[in-house]
């Protein structure tokens, strides 16, 4: 767990808040004021991942960044199983703890699942969807299949596999503090000017020993052994989410996640929803091109938020 203070020489600046609703404390960024955008990370990352939106948004929006459980400056319970579900209940008890309403989800690799867990759950305080390079399964039937097929095709999906069968998966992630560059990149990273030993230090340090890694650890070995469980949303969740404003941003250059296969899951869940894919651009797409990302979010809010207001 990051320390409460340290903002990586002023890269991270926000004030960090906590809440104890999910039973640890979890930390979440809180800045700007109106329609709230709730930012949503995922393996291996943390609320930094976001920083940049943050800093572009919070002047017309109120930007709410938790960091996971065992990520970033939340803690790392000893005592829970890191599985898909449980991080969406935890997401549940924040949300329903700060009582946020009108949500944007904007969602990144693992943080789909868990905001999309969130939805069906709770369809009515999600007034738009933002992926990007972010899963958004809400009980297609073609799920299993793309999981399956772009598991036999990403590297990291690959190496997880192969790791577990050999009983090596929790040593080396268990390392991420030093190993943490070398992840990103596996992953499908490609923006190297941005890479600075501030950079470096912010993302490793969640990870300092292999206890601390178990946020990491968790989730990759949850796919490895199929514990994650997908939330089934009911009719009425995927008849209200159907409808309601959404945007899928994918770098092309993704190895972890292929847009081929989760962006028709994308359509099937929000048939009228919007896809710009990035060319040249990563798995970590806020990273490898915040201008553009930022651009067409910011497109995407000024073109819906009317709409919403008059619902």
Known sequence: MIAADETFRGTFPFAPRYSSAPGFRMHYVDEGAGPVLLC?????????????????????HRLVVPDHMGF???????????RLQDHVDNLEALILDLDLDDITLVMHDFGGPVGMGFAARHPDRVARVVAVNGPTPFGQPGLAKALQDNGNEAPWFRWIARADRSGTLENVLGELNYTILSTLKLNGFENNDIISETWIEAYGAPFPT???????????????????????PGDAARAKMAKVPALAIWGSADRTLGGKYFLPLFKDAFPHGTI????????????????????????????????????
């Open 40 to 60: 949503l990370h995922g393996e291996p990352t943390w609320g930094y991942l976001f920083r940049d939106v943050v800093r572009r948004f919070a002047g017309t």
């Open 72 to 82: 970033g400056k939340s803690e790392t319970p000893a005592d829970r199983s890191y």
């Open 210 to 232: 292999p206890a601390a890694s178990r946020g990491a650890i968790g989730w990759a070995k949850g796919f490895a052994t199929g514990a994650h469980v997908f939330e089934a």
């Open 276 to 311: 710009t894919e990035l060319p040249g651009v990563g798995h970590y797409s806020l990273e490898d091109a915040p201008d553009k990302v930022a651009a067409l979010l910011r497109e995407f809010l000024d073109a819906t938020t009317p709409a919403i207001m008059g619902a």
